[in-house]
């Protein structure tokens, strides 16, 4: 009898150590979200220039910023990576494609082209971003710079790619967010690249003819 006694003791605890475990591990995690870049419509459209094809390569980034991940500042050198907070695709990949779009709705060339295209273009535009991130130091804020290159092909160039550069710049801008929260991040973000694009396109229409 007492032997059965202490087996039913074994089953007891053994039942309440087991339905433990599985409840720690049917514990629930945060889920990921995922974001993308939405840039504000074309504010101010130049004529078009007539002949002038620019061809777009896909954006370099950063190597702190080239992941998924958002990035936020919190001191003067520590910034933090958030895994559950993330861009849909790399940032390369969708700055490119929504400042191709953005591009050709300005209507300022002809055509817009992406580098895997075999049209000839006259024009090639490349970009890197140099900054993009959620600066948490104080007052939060929507990082983001980007520094765009235009290149014009020119047979008599001494590049052996027989092109020349006709507007180099970097475009920076800081958007006040009212929260720390990931939308309003992203909201912050998707001003600042309209307003990158705009003071880009502004500075483009100087330099295509």
């Known amino acids: 009898m007492r032997y059965a006694r202490h087996i039913n003791l074994c089953l007891i605890v053994f039942f309440i150590v087991f339905t433990a475990?599985?409840?720690?591990?049917?514990?629930?995690?945060?889920?990921?979200?995922?974001?993308?870049?939405?840039?504000?419509p074309v504010t101010v459209k130049y004529p078009t220039v007539k002949g002038a094809f620019v061809e777009i390569s896909r954006f370099n980034v950063s190597p702190?910023?080239?992941?998924?991940?958002?990035?936020?500042?919190t001191?003067?050198?520590?910034?933090?990576?958030?895994?559950?907070?993330?861009f849909f695709r790399p940032p390369g990949a969708m700055l490119t494609e929504?400042?191709?779009r953005w591009l050709n709705d300005a209507?300022?060339?002809?055509?817009?082209?992406?580098?895997?295209t075999q049209a000839d273009a006259d024009y090639f535009m490349e970009a890197n971003v140099v900054r993009l991130y959620g600066d948490f130091r104080s007052s939060p804020k929507a990082v983001m710079e980007i520094q765009f290159v235009?290149?014009?092909?020119?047979?008599?160039?001494s590049y052996d790619d027989n092109t020349k550069v006709?507007?180099?710049?970097?475009y920076s801008s800081e958007i006040p967010i009212q929260s720390t929260a990931p939308g309003a991040l992203m909201q912050g973000w998707n001003?600042?690249?309209g307003e990158i694009l705009n003071a880009f396109l502004a500075d483009l229409k100087n330099n295509v003819n």
């Open 191 to 193: 001003t600042a690249l």
């Open 98 to 100: 929504v400042a191709g």
């Open 21 to 40: 475990g599985c409840t720690g591990l049917s514990k629930s995690y945060p889920e990921r979200n995922y974001y993308m870049f939405e840039v504000p």
């Open 166 to 170: 006709v507007l180099g710049k970097n």
């Open 150 to 157: 235009l290149l014009k092909y020119a047979p008599d160039s």
């Open 107 to 116: 209507h300022l060339f002809e055509d817009v082209f992406g580098s895997v």
């Open 75 to 86: 001191g003067e050198l520590s910034y933090e990576s958030d895994f559950y907070n993330q």
């Open 64 to 73: 702190g910023s080239e992941g998924k991940e958002f990035i936020y500042r």
